[in-house]
């Protein structure tokens, strides 16, 4: 199985703060990686797939990049409603496998 | 606007068995493939299995966890997503969420999940 590694676990940020989220894949997986954001208590939601392809209605200022075995999910300026738990998730080969989540926290 | 709603969730004893279903609405259920992805209390996320659209046959693929136990169906007609968990374990313990799945190329892969339900527990113990 692929193992998905996330960095950090949690990070403390301000509002307007550039926040970047590291997922780090055990083998290539090129482009195939999805970024989620849950917030507690709800059900994830989808905001990047294909490594960098903004889903349909998400905010701009979140962006994905990467590709092979290194991916950034970036915040470009934290707004109060992202404070929330992100996961990446990888489709290479199965069984598909997200990475154990970093929380992002009010500073 | 798409929906998914599960249903079929509680308190089981172990070794016993339980159904999900998952009701979508909002879109052509036939055209997608279905997906359940688990989340154990406090934990993260964990893809459980999911079964391809009709037009690619109707495949299904598990995780190791579950494969042999857990059996994923769908009802095209009624736009309804079944999984049947049998010998059920405490460690099955979760919030089960119901997905649709999308391939970014070829309809037979399953990159992402593009609509969730809002989750139901199913609770494992004696």
């Known amino acids: 199985d692929i193992q998905m590694t996330q960095s950090p676990s949690s990070v403390s940020a301000s509002v307007g703060d550039r926040v970047t989220l590291t997922c780090r894949a055990s083998?290539?997986?090129?482009?195939?990686l999805a970024w989620y954001q849950q917030k507690p208590g709800k059900a994830p939601k989808l905001l990047i797939y294909a490594a960098s392809n903004l889903q349909s209605g998400v905010p701009s200022r979140f962006s994905g990049s990467g590709s092979g075995t290194d991916f950034t999910l970036t915040i470009s300026s934290l707004q109060p409603e992202d404070f929330a738990t992100y996961y990446c998730?990888?489709?290479?080969?199965?069984?598909?496998?997200f990475g154990g989540g970093t929380k992002v926290e009010i500073k | 606007e798409v929906q998914l709603v599960e249903s079929g969730g509680g308190l089981v004893q172990p070794g016993r068995s339980l159904r999900l279903s998952c009701t979508a609405s909002g879109f052509i259920f036939g055209d997608y493939a279905m997906s359940w992805v688990r989340q154990a209390p406090g934990k993260g996320l964990e893809w459980v299995g999911f079964i391809r659209s009709k037009t690619n046959r109707g495949t299904t693929e598990y995780a190791a966890s579950v494969r042999g136990r857990f059996i994923i169906s769908r009802d095209d007609s009624n736009g309804i997503a079944y999984m049947e968990m049998n010998s059920l374990k405490t460690e099955d313990t979760a919030v089960y969420y119901c997905?649709?799945?999308?391939?970014?190329?070829?309809?037979?892969?399953?990159?992402?999940?593009?609509?969730w339900g809002q989750g139901i527990l199913v609770t494992v113990s004696s």
């Open positions: 998730q990888q489709s290479d080969s199965f069984p598909l496998t």
């Open positions: 997905t649709r799945g999308r391939a970014v190329t070829r309809e037979s892969r399953l990159d992402y999940f593009d609509y």
């Open positions: 083998q290539g997986i090129s482009s195939w």
